[in-house]
Structures are given as C-alpha cells and as structure tokens.
C-alpha cells in the first residue's frame, strides 16, 4: 500500500496499538491453535468467525476468535464432539484418524499454500484505469467487501485474475467464478479531507462489489 500511516490521531479513529518487533504469537497456545488449523486444513475459518456473536467478539483476541471457529467446525464435521471440547479430553472410545500426521509431513503441510484461481477464459468488465465504484449493497450472508468502500470510488489499478467470488461459495456452495480487480481509493475519498492528500488503499475487489463510476 501507498502511503498508509497510523492515523490515530484523526478525529473518529482510534490508535490502531502497533508494537515495534511484535512477535506473532503472544501465548502458547494459539502457536498449537494454528497448527492444528494448518494440519487439518478445514479451509477458511473467515464464515465461522463472522457468526460468533458482537458481545463475544469483541471482547475476544485475535486466535480466541480462530479457536471459537475452528472448535465449531471440527464438531460440526465430526472430528470431535461437543463433549470432548469441553472436556479437553478425547473420548477412549473414538475413532482415530490414520495414519497419523509425523513430523516427516510438517514441512508439506506448512508449505502448502492453496491456489484459487481459476484457469478459465471470461471478459472483463472493467479495464486498468478505469473509474469504478464500490457497491452499495448490505448482504445478510457473507461478503468479503469492505463496508467502508461502499458508494466510494476508485481506479482499477490492474486484474488479478478471476477467482470464484466467496460469497456464493459460502451462501449456496456453487461457485461464481469473475475477474478480480485491484483497486485503488484514495485516503480523502474513503475517510474525508482530514486524511493526508497522498494517502491509498489498493484492495482487491471481486466484479460483483464494483460498479462503473
């Protein structure tokens, strides 16, 4: 990004809290949390976090809100039960997987990064330079389109790709594959003249979020 500064000074914004050489983990904990996630590779747990309720999420931190999502969807697909989460026990009597995951496997698995895109010919709607603007729209289900680039306009700085858009995959499970498109909004367009003149957020934006300006 261009240009981005702690605006925590500006009238609205609070500080954002950055700490200088912050480690990535600050607890024990959420280093196992995250390996556990990668080992079982249950996909994004984006759907199940943005289900957990206000009151809860915000008072959580950031893995206590990965562990409250990934326990929901191991249960709900049957690695675990209810009982054994809550107990912090495995029940005598369950099923193990096999084979088991061996330290000579922990390289692949922390190196595997899942590619998206789709290797398919569609037109575009919009080309590089081009003035769009972010959708005014307010859906129910999940959507990975910033609230705050609604109704706001930027300039299509070059195409991703295309990808299939996350919020029919969550919603209906079939995919909707369209371009992606990385899209620059100025600072003073998105939070107003206080915002330093030179400041930019490039953020990538799928078809169905951007309308032509």
Known sequence: MNGIHDMGGMQGLGEIGYRENEPGFNEPW???????????????????????????????????RWYTAF?????DRGFITRAEADSGRADPDSAKATPALTPDMVNEYLSFTPRDERDI????????????????MNPTTHTRMPRYTRGKTGVVERGRGVFNLPDSEQSSGEPKPQHVYLVRFTGQELWGEEAPANDSVYIDMWEDYLEPA
């Open 121 to 136: 010919e569609l037109a575009l709607r919009f080309r590089v330079g081009e003035r769009v603007t972010g959708r005014n």
């Open 71 to 75: 326990t929901a969807r191991i249960i």
């Open 30 to 64: 959420e280093v196992r949390l995250f390996a556990m996630v990668r080992a079982l590779r249950t996909g994004s747990l984006r759907t199940g976090i943005e289900r957990i309720p206000a009151s809860d999420y915000l008072r959580m931190s950031y893995y206590e």
